[in-house]
């Protein structure tokens, strides 16, 4: 693979150990590459807009917004990035919702450093690319699933973040922070959430994110 001074890559991850330690092994490994880190959907936007990214690593669980959606937005910019998912998150859904919303490549981040290698240089060469045990897993999912799609696959990506947040445990308040919601909005979500999937209260919710692997 050819590396050279437009070889840019933008890492978006709200956690600064983590962007810092993805910023440190892709410098390692592709020594020619610019490495740049943000910290929000927000940030990632601004950069993006003045510089232009031939990769993008995108958390898809960020605290201001949904990487999901900041997926959909870079890749309207006039010069997108090929962007690619990265996730605790090892569900069919998180998959196939990221790469039908733009995605390359999704890696799961317990995956091994030179997975995450792998998917740069495939994505590069055009190809796609999903983690060794994810891709898998996804195949035995897609297999197994019927036309029927599952509860939480009928949610938006904010509705579903919050479900998974309240799954965590985390209070109404606590998920309005992380999110960077107010109170109310965060209530209206759940109401729409749970009126979709048919739950009813945070049991309910804990038990159905656990039984489908959402957390």
Same mark, same amino acid.
């Given at each position: 693979m050819k590396t050279g001074p437009n070889f840019n890559i933008l890492v978006v991850?709200?956690?600064?150990?983590?962007r810092e330690a #993805?910023?440190?092994?892709?410098?390692?490994e592709f020594p020619d590459a610019t490495v740049e880190v943000t910290g929000s959907c927000t940030e990632a936007l601004g950069a993006a807009r003045r510089n232009n990214y031939e990769v993008a690593l995108v958390d898809i !669980?960020?605290?201001?917004?949904?990487?999901? !959606?900041?997926?959909?937005?870079?890749?309207?910019?006039?010069?997108?990035?090929?962007?690619?998912?990265?996730?605790?998150?090892? !569900?069919?859904? #998180?998959?196939?919702r990221s790469m039908q919303l733009g995605a390359k490549a999704y890696v799961a981040?317990?995956?091994?450093?030179?997975?995450?290698?792998?998917a740069i240089r495939s994505t590069r060469d055009g190809r796609s690319y999903i983690s060794k045990d994810l891709a898998e897993k996804?195949?035995?999912?897609?297999?197994?699933?019927?036309?029927?799609?599952?509860?939480?696959e009928r949610l938006s990506n904010r509705e579903l973040e919050v479900m998974l947040q309240i799954a965590r445990g985390k209070t109404p308040k606590q998920v309005a922070s992380d999110l960077c919601l107010s109170p109310k909005t965060v209530a209206v979500h759940k109401h729409n959430l749970c009126c979709k999937t048919g739950l009813r209260t945070?049991?309910?919710i804990l038990k159905y994110a656990q039984t489908h692997g959402l957390v």
């Open positions: 991850d709200d956690h600064a150990l983590v #993805f910023a440190t092994m892709l410098r390692r !669980e960020l605290g201001d917004r949904s990487g999901m !959606e900041l997926t959909m937005e870079l890749r309207t910019l006039p010069n997108p990035p090929v962007v690619i998912a990265v996730s605790v998150h090892q !569900e069919a859904t #998180f998959v196939s981040k317990d995956a091994p450093s030179s997975e995450l290698f792998d996804y195949s035995q999912d897609t297999r197994s699933k019927n036309s029927t799609p599952l509860a939480h945070t049991v309910d």
